[in-house]
């Protein structure tokens, strides 16, 4: 009963999502499990990243949007950069501690390209092995420290 709020809300976002697409960002899921969505982004022209395909699945709680989706990078094409780690998990304040029910799925993934296109240096964190090792495959059970807005 409770998923039934935020069932209406993806579908909402969804709708704008498929019949207005942002360019980079393509829903790529058939929506038969709502708790779960795949989205394909493509690094955007004069980036590192240019024309490099990723997969993020988003995860939502019943208590979407009040409460942040995890969101994590899948497939074999994880982007190097400083704040991905090689799992997959991605340390951007608007997933956890700067969340609002006011962003929406295509909010988080404008992010996650700017991220990806302000980028610098293709690299792992400095901490990737150790992380990856020790993490809880949920990200949000991380207490990300952002100390850096440079990548």
């Given amino acids: 009963m409770a998923f ?16 207005n697409p942002t360019p980079g960002i393509r829903v790529v899921d058939d929506f ?3 708790r779960k969505i795949r989205i394909d982004i493509e690094g955007a ?6 024309g490099e395909k990723f997969q993020l ?12 989706p995890q969101v994590t990078f899948i497939g074999s094409n994880i982007p190097l950069h400083p704040h991905i780690y090689s799992n997959g998990h991605i340390c951007l304040s608007i997933l956890t501690d700067d969340w609002s029910p006011a962003l929406s799925i295509n909010a988080v993934c404008l992010s996650i390209l700017s ?9 792992c964190p400095p901490d990737n ?23």
């Fill in 4 to 19: 039934d709020l935020v069932r209406k809300r993806l579908t909402k976002e969804l709708k704008v999502l498929t019949e």
């Fill in 32 to 34: 038969t499990d709502m």
């Fill in 45 to 50: 022209s004069g980036t590192l990243y240019e």
């Fill in 57 to 68: 699945l988003f995860k939502f709680s019943d208590q979407y949007p009040f409460d942040s």
């Fill in 115 to 123: 991220m990806l296109s302000s980028c610098k240096d293709k690299s």
């Fill in 129 to 151: 092995d150790w992380y990856v090792r020790t993490a809880s495959s949920d990200p949000k059970k991380t207490r990300w420290w952002y100390h850096d807005d440079a990548v």
